[in-house]
């Protein structure tokens, strides 16, 4: 049987279309082997499927492995629905969720008492990755992960001790200039995809108002302002209190953007009207000090895109950062801004030095959106990199990023549901493995995270 996603008009047509009749047996999960609307205290189950058959239905730490199975109505944003999933697998002991709203399938893993994604793809795509699909959640792989189950809990507590040590030096990266235009959203999102791909794990904190890294990393794909979930979970609900709302409560996980994602703290229109009540609050200006700390294991480096101006936002981030990334085109308007951004600069470290916090260590002046151009390369941008360190006494970093078309093109990448056109951005990383035109870009990316990564001292 195929299964056709455009038929599934509300949640139960997810369950009887997908799930029964298409996933379950595709999986190898006879009827005997798995049960719907299982109640367990205060938790109800759509799906739980066993790798063996179960007589009488026992759940328990001596249970056969288990995969929890979600529905949702095609309108839901999977997003929302994380948390829940993440409580029902750690209560229950439960190594893998599945998660879907029949135009995406996602399965999440069990680790310690977290779980991470492992897999997602579209509903259209299920019978192309259904080999794949079957390789995590497949009866015949859950009961061959049963027998070495023990070998594979020692792996995975090697694994997390390695985790935890490499992990503890946590960086975290400002990408700075109070002059808009400069690159600085495409640096942001690009080089956390690049670093990503280098195995380093990566948060990515979105705190300008204007949420261009929120959308440049696939989390707003609604339309109507009614399916607007960033509302009420986002970056300034981090920044209200102390005592509530923290990282792992409000970052989403990038949507299609990355191979492997990254995690997303979002930002929404409405920090806007939030601002003045935040800046009245002097202690809320250290709170993502303290937010960041809380998390300081799970992450090699974090970077956040800040707003192109001077105001508590942009104080914000510089304050919690440990190092400094200036993305600037080299025009003359940016190198006029340099002063001010050194001035800036300055107050954040009087600030940081009340707080017993080193200077923020500038990386350097990233030239970014230059243009490729052969004359303008040999003749004007020897001349504009000189002026960074001889007139503004900044360090220059070596990597350039190049204005190219496939940047715009992968940020502005959409895919069309019924009569529905929604965003679909890609990072350039990715990108660059359906576009041939978009490797060289990746490459100067690559070459920008390999940089970054020797100055802030992670192997």
């Given at each position: 049987m195929l299964f056709n996603p455009e038929l599934c008009r509300n949640e139960s047509e997810v369950?009887?279309?997908?799930?029964?009749?298409?996933?379950?047996?595709?999986?190898?999960?006879?009827?005997?082997?798995?049960h719907q609307e299982v109640a367990l205290g205060s938790i109800r189950l759509d799906f739980l499927a066993f790798a063996a058959q179960v007589i009488p239905f026992v759940l328990d730490a001596n249970s056969p492995l288990s995969v929890v199975m979600e529905a949702k109505h095609p309108k839901q944003n999977l997003n929302n629905h994380v948390l829940r999933l993440r409580h029902y697998l750690t209560s229950l002991n439960v190594r893998y969720g599945l998660l879907t709203n029949g135009?995406?399938?996602?399965?999440?893993?069990?680790?310690?008492?977290?779980?991470?994604?492992?897999?997602q793809c579209y509903g259209k795509e299920v019978e192309k990755k259904i080999d794949k699909i079957k390789n995590f959640i497949g009866r015949d792989s859950l009961k061959e992960e049963h027998l070495t189950e023990n070998s594979q809990i020692q792996v995975s507590e090697n694994n997390l001790n390695f985790q935890t040590e490499r992990q503890y030096s946590m960086k975290t990266i400002a990408i700075y200039h109070n002059k808009g235009g400069v690159g600085k959203t495409t640096v942001a999102v690009n080089l956390a995809a690049a670093l990503r791909k280098k195995g380093k794990s990566v948060l990515l904190i979105d705190?300008?108002?204007?949420?261009?890294?929120?959308?440049?990393?696939g989390l707003i794909k609604?339309?109507?302002?009614?399916?607007?979930?960033?509302?009420?979970q986002n970056i300034s609900h981090l920044l209200e209190s102390a005592d509530f709302n923290f990282i792992p409560e409000i970052l989403r996980q990038s949507n299609y953007f990355n191979d492997p994602e990254i995690d997303v703290v979002p930002s929404h229109i409405?920090?806007?009207?939030?601002?003045?009540?935040?800046n009245k609050i002097a202690v809320s200006r250290s709170r993502l000090i303290s937010k960041l700390k809380i998390i300081e294991t799970h992450y090699d480096i974090v970077i956040i895109d800040t707003p192109p101006s001077r105001d508590y936002y942009a104080e914000v981030a510089l304050i919690?950062?440990?190092?400094?990334?200036?993305?600037?085109?080299?025009?003359?308007?940016?190198?006029?801004?340099?002063?001010?951004?050194?001035?800036?600069?300055?107050?954040?470290?009087?600030?940081?030095?009340?707080m017993s916090k080193e200077p923020?260590?500038?990386?350097?002046?990233?030239?970014?959106?230059?243009s490729t151009n052969s004359k303008f390369l040999q003749y004007t941008f020897p001349r504009q990199r000189s002026t960074i360190s001889e007139r503004y006494n900044l360090p220059l970093m070596e990597a350039v990023i190049y204005d190219r078309t496939a940047l715009s093109e992968c940020m502005n990448n959409t895919i069309t549901v019924g009569d529905l056109e929604y965003p679909d951005p890609r990072s350039i990383i990715k990108y660059a493995d359906l576009k041939t035109n978009a490797q060289q870009s990746a490459m100067e990316f690559e070459m920008l995270a390999k940089e970054v990564l020797q100055k802030i001292g992670v192997n």
């Open positions: 369950e009887s279309k997908l799930i029964v009749q298409y996933l379950l047996p595709q999986l190898g999960y006879t009827p005997d082997t798995w135009k995406e399938i996602r399965i999440y893993e069990k680790f310690k008492n977290d779980v991470q994604l492992v897999f705190i300008d108002s204007q949420a261009n890294t929120t959308f440049a990393t609604f339309q109507f302002e009614e399916d607007d979930d960033l509302r009420e409405n920090l806007i009207d939030k601002q003045d009540k935040l919690a950062s440990d190092y400094l990334i200036i993305p600037s085109d080299l025009k003359p308007f940016a190198n006029q801004g340099l002063p001010t951004v050194k001035n800036f600069i300055k107050q954040i470290n009087e600030y940081r030095g009340l923020i260590n500038i990386i350097g002046v990233l030239a970014s959106k230059i």
